[in-house]
């Protein structure tokens, strides 16, 4: 499966646009994170991402620019500690606003 991206505003950016949006997570989470493509911003290139905290506390996503993946960390909620999410796992109530600044 794949990302779903909800786009809320888009603004004209110095050689391209900002696009703000939220990303839902999708059934099978793949280690590494979710394939950002710029086409699901409305975009043909992506320069950089900006990930905000999810709904829920305990999941932080971060973009790897290195592999254009959004990567998604769960806190075990006891100590802290975050671990990236694991491989296959249902992660599809996780959302997560991005700011998407690419080519237009």
Do not use: C, W
């Amino acid at each position: 499966m794949a990302i779903s991206v909800a786009i809320h505003r888009t603004d004209a950016a110095e050689n391209g646009k900002t696009v703000y949006a939220s990303v839902t997570f999708d059934t099978s989470y793949p280690t590494g994170g979710e394939i950002l493509a710029a086409s699901d911003f409305g975009l043909r290139g992506i320069s950089s991402v900006t990930a905000g905290g999810a709904d829920d506390a305990t999941y932080h996503a971060t973009y790897v620019r290195s592999t254009g993946g959004l990567k998604l960390f769960v806190e075990d909620g006891t100590t802290g500690i975050e671990a990236e999410a694991a491989d296959t796992s249902d992660q599809s109530a996780v959302v997560v606003p991005v700011i998407v600044t690419g080519v237009a």
